[in-house]
């Protein structure tokens, strides 16, 4: 009998992944990077306040795709292949600047990344895949510090250098907090000023000044003058007295929020196009994963089989809800001291429950995975306020695939006044999907100026009257 050439002879367990101890620390550079430029500039911060060696990675750039699907597994989703593609390309610049050997750089640095979550989505997978792609390139036994979703808990080893502990999460979600401030800042001035370079020079000189205060010891003494000072610094930038059509851009977090290559820096190219973007926040995503996990624990308890269980889901319940308020505290303070209403940017977070209620018809708010039911209960909310709606999707996204290319049809039909499109991000074919894009700028424009010429035709009847 002829044999087939594999036999599996024992369950594939998968890569092992090293710690990173505690005796490393100071021979170990750890590199990370997420979403966008922003959120890992102010991360910097914890690093540095907490003796790590560290280097920021910065934005994804389209060769990070390339990097991606010549180590990763075929048809991953898009954020994959460029999270995964950017450490390829950073690993081989240092190879090649520090002259050091695969092996060396193996044991000389660390990154740290994100995956975790389940359902249908890839989140999961990332690790495996880094660790896949990492191996095939010959970084093997390169060592990562995963983070998931959500502000949850991990175990922690007492011995690892870099724990995803208490402290680190609220480091990432203070820099998650402070990026969002200046992305509401830049959508807010820079399709409105005078003289558009200068005021981001503007911009960029206020986020080094929050950070600067952000990375210092005692920082929460000195973060809330050096907010309240950037955020003046903004205000007087010179604006230009007009008004614009409304764009709101939606869709997978790293779709919508990757304000760089990932998702082709979309609202940048809205705003310079003459509209505005509405800004899109990472604190907000966070929010939306708290609020699925309260939704889910709130069946457990309904559903649980003892009174032991019961409890305990109660507890886990109102966990949840303490680190919402939590957020919500460090969101309001900054919110305050930065005063983002001065220079004409809006924070508030979308009403969950209501999204979810507006959605539900279409798609229940109980599917997790991916956004769930964000951008149904969106579009349904934003049909009437903005003049273009844009979903954008990643290419091979498991959950955006059911909606952006499933249920938004339905919700078109029903909502002809939505000027909507769906866009694939793919990393490659720029210019196509930005012409679509610019497609539904034009017709917000006329939208919009419909909407204007039809106020002022009743203000003229009104003054007649
Ligand atoms: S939501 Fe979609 S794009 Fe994002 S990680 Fe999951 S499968 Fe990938």
Same mark, same amino acid.
């Given at each position: 009998?002829?044999?087939?050439?594999?036999?599996?002879?024992?369950?594939?367990?998968?890569?092992?992944?090293?710690?990173?101890?505690?005796?490393?620390?100071?021979?170990?550079?750890?590199?990370?990077?997420?979403?966008?430029? !922003?959120?890992?500039?102010?991360?910097?911060?914890? &690093?540095? !306040?907490?003796?790590?060696?560290?280097?920021? +990675?910065?934005?994804?750039?389209? *060769?990070?795709?390339?990097?991606?699907? @010549?180590?990763?597994?075929?048809?991953?989703?898009?954020?994959?292949?460029?999270?995964?593609?950017?450490?390829? !390309?950073?690993?081989?610049?240092?190879?090649?600047?520090?002259?050091?050997?695969? *092996? @060396?750089?193996?044991?000389?640095?660390?990154?740290?990344?994100?995956?975790?979550?389940?359902?249908?989505?890839?989140?999961?997978?990332?690790?495996?895949?880094?660790?896949?792609?990492?191996?095939?390139?010959?970084?093997?036994?390169?060592?990562?510090?995963?983070?998931?979703?959500?502000?949850?808990?991990?175990?922690?080893?007492?011995?690892?250098?870099?724990?995803?502990?208490?402290?680190?999460?609220?480091?990432?979600?203070?820099?998650?907090?402070?990026?969002?401030?200046?992305?509401?800042?830049?959508?807010?001035?820079?399709?409105?000023?005078?003289?558009?370079?200068?005021?981001? @020079?503007?911009?960029?000189?206020?986020?080094?000044?929050?950070?600067?205060? =952000?990375?210092?010891?005692? =920082?929460? +003494?000195?973060?809330?003058?050096? +907010?309240? *000072?950037?955020?003046?610094?903004? /205000?007087?930038?010179?604006?230009?007295?007009?008004?614009?059509?409304?764009? +709101?851009?939606?869709?997978?977090?790293?779709?919508?929020?990757?304000?760089?290559?990932?998702?082709?820096?979309?609202?940048?190219?809205?705003?310079?196009?003459?509209?505005?973007?509405?800004?899109?926040?990472?604190?907000?995503?966070?929010?939306?994963?708290?609020?699925?996990?309260?939704?889910?624990?709130?069946?457990?308890?309904?559903?649980?089989?003892?009174?032991?269980?019961?409890?305990?889901?109660?507890?886990?319940?109102?966990?949840?809800?303490?680190?919402? !308020?939590?957020?919500?505290?460090?969101?309001?303070?900054?919110?305050?001291?930065?005063?983002?209403?001065? =220079?004409?940017?809006?924070?508030? &977070?979308?009403?969950?429950?209501?999204?979810?209620?507006?959605?539900?018809?279409?798609?229940?708010?109980?599917?997790?995975?991916?956004?769930?039911?964000?951008?149904?209960?969106?579009?349904?909310?934003?049909?009437?306020?903005?003049?273009? &709606?844009?979903?954008?999707?990643?290419?091979?996204?498991?959950?955006?695939?059911?909606?952006?290319?499933?249920?938004? /049809?339905?919700?078109?039909?029903?909502?002809?006044?939505?000027?909507?499109?769906?866009? @694939?991000?793919?990393?490659?074919?720029?210019?196509?999907?930005?012409?679509?894009?610019?497609?539904?700028?034009?017709?917000?424009?006329?939208?919009?100026?419909?909407?204007?010429?039809?106020?002022?035709?009743?203000?003229?009847?009104?003054?007649?009257?």
């Amino acid at each position: 009998m002829i044999q087939p050439k594999y036999i599996r002879e024992k369950q594939w367990d998968g890569y092992k992944n090293r710690d990173f101890l505690k005796k490393d620390k100071d021979k170990v550079t750890v590199l990370f990077n997420y979403i966008e430029r !922003r959120k890992s500039f102010f991360l910097r911060s914890f &690093f540095k !306040r907490n003796g790590f060696k560290y280097e920021d +990675l910065g934005d994804y750039i389209l *060769e990070d795709v390339r990097w991606g699907k @010549e180590y990763g597994n075929r048809m991953e989703c898009n954020p994959m292949y460029f999270t995964g593609g950017s450490l390829l !390309r950073n690993l081989f610049r240092i190879e090649k600047e520090t002259g050091l050997s695969k *092996e @060396e750089i193996v044991e000389k640095y660390v990154f740290v990344g994100g995956g975790g979550q389940c359902g249908p989505c890839r989140y999961g997978m990332y690790p495996q895949e880094y660790m896949k792609a990492l191996d095939d390139a010959g970084f093997k036994n390169f060592r990562l510090i995963i983070f998931s979703t959500g502000f949850t808990r991990d175990k922690v080893d007492k011995n690892s250098a870099l724990k995803i502990n208490l402290p680190f999460r609220i480091g990432m979600l203070q820099s998650s907090i402070l990026a969002d401030l200046f992305h509401a800042a830049e959508c807010a001035i820079r399709p409105y000023a005078v003289d558009k370079e200068s005021a981001m @020079e503007v911009i960029s000189r206020a986020e080094e000044h929050v950070n600067k205060a =952000f990375g210092q010891r005692f =920082f929460f +003494l000195k973060l809330p003058k050096a +907010l309240k *000072e950037a955020g003046e610094m903004i /205000a007087a930038i010179p604006k230009k007295d007009i008004s614009l059509p409304k764009i +709101l851009v939606t869709g997978e977090i790293f779709a919508n929020l990757a304000h760089n290559a990932g998702n082709y820096n979309i609202r940048r190219f809205i705003m310079d196009e003459g509209c505005e973007a509405l800004p899109g926040y990472l604190t907000q995503r966070i929010m939306y994963d708290m609020w699925r996990m309260i939704k889910n624990y709130d069946r457990f308890v309904k559903y649980a089989e003892n009174y032991k269980d019961k409890i305990k889901y109660t507890l886990v319940r109102i966990q949840i809800k303490a680190r919402r !308020r939590f957020v919500e505290f460090f969101w309001d303070t900054y919110i305050k001291h930065f005063n983002p209403g001065s =220079f004409g940017a809006k924070m508030e &977070f979308h009403d969950l429950d209501l999204i979810g209620e507006l959605g539900e018809p279409y798609y229940h708010p109980e599917i997790f995975g991916g956004e769930g039911n964000l951008e149904i209960g969106e579009a349904i909310y934003y049909a009437d306020k903005v003049d273009g &709606f844009i979903s954008s999707k990643p290419f091979g996204c498991m959950p955006s695939s059911g909606v952006s290319d499933g249920v938004m /049809a339905k919700i078109m039909h029903e909502k002809p006044e939505l000027n909507f499109l769906s866009i @694939e991000t793919s990393g490659d074919n720029e210019v196509s999907i930005l012409s679509r894009v610019s497609m539904l700028l034009f017709k917000a424009k006329e939208k919009y100026n419909k909407k204007i010429l039809q106020n002022d035709f009743v203000s003229i009847k009104k003054q007649e009257l």
